[in-house]
């Protein structure tokens, strides 16, 4: 455990006190209003609220000075994990008014994401009814007992906070085969033509973003669908966009960590002035202050210091060290080198 001048360890709980809390923000801006800190009235909860609410917002999708675009900020890109799962086709199915009986194994747990496929047709799979049953989307299909199947899953759901977009391509995991090439992201009418040109199993190439069908209750959600469908596990890796959550008394912190805390503050205070007291801008400058040097921080910290050795190196005099004289590897495909 760490431990600082004086030998006193230092908490977990003790790391974030340096941060902005939600009930720091809202005693601020009451305190501010003329309300207090605490014990506030119905309408007060919901004028402080609102401006709390407003004041992360400006923060989280702030625009710098002469720029048409918000500025992206570096802690609201994390990794994401996309594990597939390897195709499943153990026993023979039975397929009765698009209900599709198992015999002889067990459907996955990921079964109602998945499309069946018998004799080169594919299926997309509605409902999982239990451990040999699953419904389809299409009740009009009928297949006869003891039919060979195979069940794959093209499309995973992506996070929660996944605000619709990757930073670039998505990568393997390392040791998975270095050899591949990364995931291309492309529009879901390139993927879609694809799979209707092919409608197998394979290692994927590339890969589209697509909403989901939203709902109110839970907000706007995005999954991921690969082309070809994952024949096997994969492991990727990519870097998205967050969509960040309001606050709560119980989940209180907002991003960006203590480097950050200032900036919110000074932004709910910012709106609470905007709002309601005439004749000052104070805080709304000095948001603007802080913000500004926020930014600059930000993109400076998080800017590459390297981007490579920009050199073909072919007028050097031993270039053909690096050529095919030497029988250095040319290009792969799927995991094997080859040489010219």
């Not at 999982?128 to 899953?153: E, K, N, P």
Request: proline letters at 5%.
């Amino acid at each position: 455990m760490p431990t600082l001048n004086d030998g006193t360890p230092v908490s977990a709980a003790s790391s974030s006190e340096m941060t902005i809390e939600y009930s720091q923000l809202v005693s601020e801006v009451g305190e501010y209003l003329g309300m207090g800190r605490s014990s506030w009235s119905s309408l007060e909860e919901t004028r402080i609220e609102s401006i709390v609410k407003s004041g992360l917002r400006q923060v989280y999708y702030p625009q710098r000075s002469g720029d048409k675009l918000s500025y992206q900020w570096s802690w609201m890109r994390p990794e994401a994990t996309i594990v597939t799962t390897a195709e499943y086709g153990t026993g023979t199915v039975e397929i009765v008014s698009g209900v599709v009986t198992l015999s002889g194994g067990t459907f996955p747990s990921w079964a109602n994401e998945g499309e069946i496929k018998i004799s080169s047709q594919v299926y997309t799979v509605n409902t999982r009814d239990s451990d040999t049953q699953v419904t389809l989307d299409d009740l009009s299909i009928a297949i006869a007992a003891g039919s060979t199947y195979s069940l794959g899953r093209p499309s995973y759901d992506l996070p929660a906070g996944f605000d619709g977009s990757f930073d670039g391509n998505l990568h393997y995991k390392t040791g998975d085969n270095t050899l591949y090439p990364s995931i291309k992201i492309f529009s879901p009418e390139v993927i879609r033509e694809h799979r209707q040109n092919y409608n197998g199993s394979d290692r994927p190439l590339c890969a589209s973003i697509q909403p989901k069908q939203f709902q109110a209750s839970v907000g706007q959600r995005w999954k991921i669908t690969f082309f070809p469908s994952p024949s096997q596990s994969y492991t990727f890796y990519g870097r998205y966009k967050v969509r960040p959550e309001m606050i709560t008394a119980v989940n209180k912190f907002p991003l960006g960590g203590s480097a950050m805390a200032e900036v919110f503050l000074e932004s709910c205070l910012a709106v609470a002035e905007k709002r309601f007291v005439e004749d000052s801008k104070i805080h709304q400058e000095e948001f603007r202050r802080l913000l500004k040097q926020a930014i600059d921080n930000d993109a400076d910290s998080f800017s590459p210091d390297y981007l490579g050795y920009n050199s073909d190196g072919s007028d050097a005099r031993f270039s053909d060290l690096n050529g095919r004289r030497f029988n250095n590897a040319i290009h792969s495909y799927e995991g094997v080198v080859y040489r010219d």
